[in-house]
């Protein structure tokens, strides 16, 4: 059990650029989670994933943000057109089950800076 | 919908002295309870959960939570913390009928020798 890894941890980028988040989960972990977390705030829920399909996404989320988890496996999350006010940790998760209440095991985050 | 509150945004205390951090929820339906807990440069882990039956929960690293209905509280306690507890707590909740996870704020203990 590797845990949760995240790529990259730290990713630097100009107003109006594109970006690309990956997280790896556990393995055969059905559930994935992206949560953005911004300094001295809680991790606010994105988007979540049960296999390949998304079942739910947050009205935080613009049409700017797109999350994918083509084969159940990895997801990944894109910003387009970035702004400064995306600047945030990215937090991933995800759980072995479909209980709302299976533990859910976080990644390291990515932090994003849009200069 | 579901809001969570946190207190106390900082708590020092001194090494082996108790701890309580308040978290108080608001909600219509019924919900599931949680404390996590992130180290300095670590992601967030599960210290303990309440879903349901005796309103008293222990986790790990010797903490406990009980659950008070008539108050919305999920207060997280210890009897004598270490400078290894030394981290920020966050409370979270969801309601028995979806998947999505409310955090609160965070309440940031600081352990002082």
């Known amino acids: 059990d590797t845990g949760v890894s995240q790529d990259p941890r730290h990713k630097i980028t100009k107003r109006g650029q594109n970006v690309t988040f990956r997280c790896d989960p556990i393995s055969e972990h059905n559930r994935l989670y992206w949560y953005r977390q911004t300094l001295g705030q809680g991790p606010e829920f994105l988007t979540y994933?049960?296999?390949?399909?998304?079942?739910?996404k947050s009205r935080l989320l613009s049409d700017r943000f797109s999350a994918e988890r083509p084969k159940g496996s990895f997801s990944t999350l894109e910003i387009q057109r970035t702004e400064q006010g995306d600047s945030a940790m990215y937090l991933c998760?995800?759980?072995?089950?479909?209980?709302?209440?299976?533990?859910?095991?976080f990644g390291p985050g990515t932090r994003l800076t849009v200069l | 919908a579901q809001s969570v509150t946190q207190l106390d945004s900082q708590v020092p205390v001194f090494e082996e002295a108790p701890v309580e951090l308040r978290c108080n929820y608001s909600s219509s339906v019924s919900v599931y309870l949680f404390w996590y807990v992130q180290y300095p440069n670590q992601g967030l882990q599960l210290l303990l959960k309440y879903l349901s039956g005796s309103t008293l929960v222990k986790g790990i690293n010797g903490f406990e939570a009980e659950f008070n209905k008539s108050q919305t509280s999920f207060h997280l306690r210890k009897p004598s913390v270490h400078i290894s507890d030394t981290a920020e707590y966050f409370c979270a909740v969801i309601n028995t009928g979806g998947f999505k996870t409310i955090f609160g704020a965070g309440t940031r203990l600081f352990v002082k020798a």
């Open positions: 994933f049960q296999n390949e399909a998304q079942l739910e």
């Open positions: 998760a995800s759980s072995p089950q479909v209980l709302p209440t299976d533990t859910q095991y």
